[in-house]
């Protein structure tokens, strides 16, 4: 799991496309997108790759009303493959028009579960093959997960009050075993080195992700670095 750290660049300094295109490289994908919703002002976030000729149409389409690639994952806890996207109307629309632009059409998008309620995505896509999408998409996923609640957060934070509010209660003891698996350290072992069971690793790594409202233990290691209860491996 490798996690690219925005959140210790100062506010001011943060480029937010330019994280992102790094995190294009790093995952060996075309494109990446990133929206969401700040739940206390209200402010509208959105980043993204693309070329400014489709982010100019796609605006003034109005297309962000039909994004199955936006509203579907918006519905889900899981990472959502495009290919299982329903082929109804909406799709034909947005996907007709990209295609047009020569974009890609294999992406995943990965819906992030704030701490206040909120939902934020992250997409990815990239052309290629369908069979190579797949390979592609089954060994990058871990790293969207956690970079993609890195970036919400960091993206969430940026707000003062926000940023008070958002501070889960951690024990020591899982804020110490998140550290090790940020480490790159197994739960057997952690345990080792704690001297505990791997199940007892689990039970606390169980209680991270709830208190962090995290559906995966890379995206609970992602908002720990994220609130700054750990430092990235």
């Not at 889900?76 to 295609?99: E, M, N, T, Y």
Request: aromatic share 6%; net charge negative.
């Amino acid at each position: 799991m490798h996690l690219i750290d925005i959140a210790s660049t100062p506010a001011a300094e943060r480029d937010y496309v330019g994280h992102l295109r790094m995190l294009c490289d790093e995952l060996g994908v075309e494109h990446a997108t990133y929206f969401s919703a700040n739940p206390v002002s209200g402010t509208m976030y959105g980043f993204t790759t693309y070329p400014d000729e489709w982010k100019a149409h796609y605006v003034s389409e109005g297309l962000q009303t039909y994004d199955p690639t936006l509203h579907s994952a918006a519905r889900s806890i899981a990472p959502v493959d495009w290919k299982r996207l329903q082929r109804d109307d909406d799709f034909g629309r947005v996907f007709h028009d990209a295609h047009d632009f020569g974009l890609p059409d294999q992406g995943v998008t990965v819906p992030i579960r704030g701490l206040f309620g909120e939902t934020g995505l992250l997409c990815a896509c990239a052309t290629m093959a369908p069979r190579e999408w797949g390979m592609l998409r089954r060994e990058i996923t871990g790293n969207l997960l956690s970079n993609a609640v890195h970036l919400h957060d960091t993206v969430m934070n940026s707000d003062p009050l926000l940023k008070a509010l958002r501070q889960p209660n951690l024990s020591s003891r899982e804020v110490e075993i998140l550290q090790w698996v940020a480490a790159g350290k197994s739960q057997q072992d952690i345990g080792d080195i704690l001297s505990i069971s791997p199940r007892t690793v689990e039970v606390h790594l169980r209680s991270a992700r709830e208190k962090l409202c995290t559906i995966s233990t890379p995206q609970a290691v992602g908002r720990a670095v994220s609130l700054g209860l750990i430092q990235p491996g």
